[in-house]
Nanobody, 125 residues
Framework: QVQLVESGGGLVQAGDSLRLSCAAS????????MGWFRQAPGKERVFVAR????????YYADSVKGRFTISRDNAKNTVYLQMNSLKPEDTAVYYC??????????????????WGQGTQVTVSA
């Protein structure tokens, strides 16, 4: 089992920055990659970013490329999402997820094995 806890969400203005954290516990050695997803009201959960825990390969959705940065601290079993130049359309609940399977990349929520509870990010115009 893997447990994930997100933190760092909040209410900010357009153009501001936020950093989300996702702390993993349990069988963390089994995690191959971590991802961030977001879900706006009435919409599907969509991929934001992914990082491989060994090697550090990173992947981003086109909508956040150049503004968001995913990083990891393996010693702390924590993954971060630095969000800069936030826009109102970034408003959503942000979830981190753990992928236990060896694969090059995945933006599909069902391919992730464990999920955090989510943290709300609200960006006002």
């Amino acid at each position: 089992q893997v447990q994930l806890v997100e933190s760092g969400g909040g209410l900010v203005q357009a153009g501001d920055s936020l950093r989300l954290s996702c702390a993993a516990s349990g069988r963390t050695f089994s995690i191959y990659a971590m991802g961030w997803f977001r879900q706006a009201p009435g919409k599907e959960r969509v991929f934001v970013a992914r990082i491989h825990m060994s090697g550090g390969s990173r992947y981003y959705a086109d909508s956040v490329k150049g503004r968001f940065t995913i990083s990891r601290d393996n010693a702390k079993n924590t993954v971060y999402l630095q969000m800069n130049s936030l826009k109102p359309e970034d408003t959503a609940v942000y979830y981190c997820a753990a992928d236990l399977t060896y694969r090059s990349r995945s933006s599909i929520p069902t391919e992730y094995d464990y999920w955090g509870q989510g943290t709300q990010v609200t960006v006002s115009a």
